[in-house]
Nanobody, 124 residues
Framework: EVQVVESGGGLVQPGGSLRLSCTAS????????MNWVRHAPGKGLEWVSG????????SYADSVKGRFTISRDNAKNTLYLQMNSLKPEDTAVYYC?????????????????WGSGTQVTVSS
């Protein structure tokens, strides 16, 4: 079955860094654009970043641009999110999601995600 497993979250102080990983199975990873989305309890689901099939193009929400970097390793079916200069407002559960499309300008029209996500808490 389709499965994604997110890992790498934790508790960090403001200004700190984390690297999240998402390992996928049950579909042809390299055929899909991939995304990170996050869900904070009081905010709802927010698209964070996207990357095209080959990994040569990336896009980011304005709130994380310049601080987060998305990448992928298709040989390992793995998606990454390097998060630097973390802020308390980055606190959320982070999920990876596949999409049929990629855009340089924002989120895809539709995406799909599975799994429990990984909790990121930024607090002093």
């Amino acid at each position: 079955e389709v499965q994604v497993v997110e890992s790498g979250g934790g508790l960090v102080q403001p200004g700190g860094s984390l690297r999240l990983s998402c390992t996928a199975s049950g579909f042809t990873f390299s055929n899909y654009a991939m995304n990170w989305v996050r869900h904070a309890p009081g905010k709802g689901l927010e698209w964070v970043s996207g990357i095209n099939r080959g990994g040569g193009s990336t896009s980011y929400a304005d709130s994380v641009k310049g601080r987060f970097t998305i990448s992928r390793d298709n040989a390992k079916n793995t998606l990454y999110l390097q998060m630097n200069s973390l802020k308390p407002e980055d606190t959320a559960v982070y999920y990876c999601a596949k999409s049929d499309t990629y855009s340089d300008y924002g989120p895809p029209v539709q995406y799909e995600y599975w799994g429990s996500g990984t909790q990121v808490t930024v607090s002093s």
